[in-house]
């Protein structure tokens, strides 16, 4: 009952977003579950624990220093706010790490730090609904995949698993040369390069300097120039 509301919530508030409500709530309840393994088998303080299982997610690139990102409709507030109220939630938090941890858990500041770190690392994929069904799309972090840097002429694009997704392969998209790096693109190569470009500055924070936004950039100088 808790998934369904939850996805009615998200359908209704920000169907558009590639990170949910019910990705904030599994995200959580991993971070109680491995705070509450260091507490009791490793001896950890509850503090001192739930800095542990938090700490796989200083991995991933979050945003620049007062830069947020965008949840389509909603706000980590509203998040945070919906994920406390659900309170067979709030209480399996309270059971596995503790009130206090779990009030750190549900703040806005902590969701809103998840945030930055799911939406930009998060990658989407189609995972195969029915048959004669559309698949349904949806979004997975995977910590390779998020180390990548972006080109718009990539050199490998992903394939996601046939029966589930949960699997990524990077295959090449050209013949490379020994010692060149692997790129993504993180927008759709097909774009305009300036909706590529704003794309990758207000979802992403940076100005794309890849060698075919180079000379794009040359061609339309002169261009004006002429």
């Not at 503090?47 to 620049?64: E, H, N, T």
Request: glycine letters at 8%.
């Amino acid at each position: 009952e808790l998934l369904v509301a939850w996805r009615h919530w998200q359908k209704q508030k920000s169907p558009n977003s590639c990170v949910g409500l019910e990705a904030f709530g599994r995200c959580l309840a991993e971070v109680a579950s491995t705070a509450r393994t260091a507490h009791e088998v490793v001896g950890l303080d509850s503090q001192s624990a739930l800095a542990a299982a938090l700490k796989p997610f200083d991995r991933l690139q979050g945003p620049p220093r007062g830069a947020s990102v965008t949840l389509h409709g909603t706000s980590p507030a509203e998040v945070a706010a919906e994920l406390a109220g659900a309170k067979e939630f709030r209480s399996r938090l309270e059971a596995a790490v503790g009130t206090e941890s779990a009030a750190t858990l549900l703040r806005e500041e902590t969701i809103e730090a998840l945030a930055g770190k799911l939406v930009l690392n998060a990658a989407s994929f189609a995972v195969p609904f029915r048959e004669g069904s559309p698949p349904l799309r949806a979004a997975g972090v995977f910590v390779l995949l998020s180390t990548m840097n972006h080109s718009c002429a990539p050199s490998v694009r992903l394939e996601t698993s046939e029966d589930t997704g949960s699997e990524v392969s990077m295959l090449t998209t050209r013949d490379l040369e020994a010692g060149e790096p692997l790129t993504l693109a993180y927008v759709e190569p097909d774009w305009p390069g300036n909706e590529r470009r704003h794309q990758l500055s207000s979802h992403w924070f940076f100005d794309c300097d890849c060698p075919r936004c180079e000379a794009e950039g040359r061609i339309e100088e002169a261009l004006c120039a002429g």
